[in-house]
């Protein structure tokens, strides 16, 4: 980093996150069915919700969050802010299946859907990796 970066304020969440861990608690106490931590992606951690639960999920890209600082970093580096919000990890913050009655209080950006176990997007595949795969098949490590 140059010393300019140092009041960067994306640096700065990258280098001391602010987890909210309140908002882990407000899920669970509101219903949440499953939740996970957003390490690897939010596409990738949302497949092992899925897989591990045996339903398909459904995201829309227009109600992924993106800050207007990674917004702004994204024009500078031309890249689309949403392969960073979809596929990039250490996000420092949960995401959780709720009954849509009780999601009201918090971000909704997608659908549990029947079907087959995954992650889809209703409008467009983010470009990029979906996320950090942990165990691939065929790589030796």
């Known amino acids: ?25 407000r899920l669970a106490r509101h219903g ?8 690897d992606g939010l596409v990738a951690d949302l497949e092992h919700v899925a897989q591990a639960s045996g339903v398909g999920i459904r995201l829309t890209t227009a109600r992924l969050p993106v ?4 917004r702004a970093a994204a024009d500078r580096l031309g890249v689309d802010p949403l392969s960073w919000v979809a596929g990039g990890g250490d996000d420092h913050v949960f995401a959780a ?14 659908a549990v859907v029947d079907g ?10 983010p470009p990029g990796s979906p ?11």
């Open 67 to 70: 800050a207007q600082e990674l």
């Open 131 to 141: 996320g950090h795969e942990h165990f691939q098949a065929g790589r030796s490590s």
């Open 32 to 39: 949440a069915t499953a939740m996970i931590d957003v390490s």
């Open 116 to 125: 087959p176990a995954g992650v889809t997007f209703t409008d467009r595949q």
């Open 97 to 110: 299946t709720i009954a849509a009655e009780s999601a009201e209080p918090f971000l909704a950006i997608g």
């Open 1 to 25: 980093l140059e010393a300019g970066d140092r009041e960067d304020p994306l640096a700065v969440a990258h280098r001391h996150p602010d987890v909210d861990y309140e908002a882990a608690l």
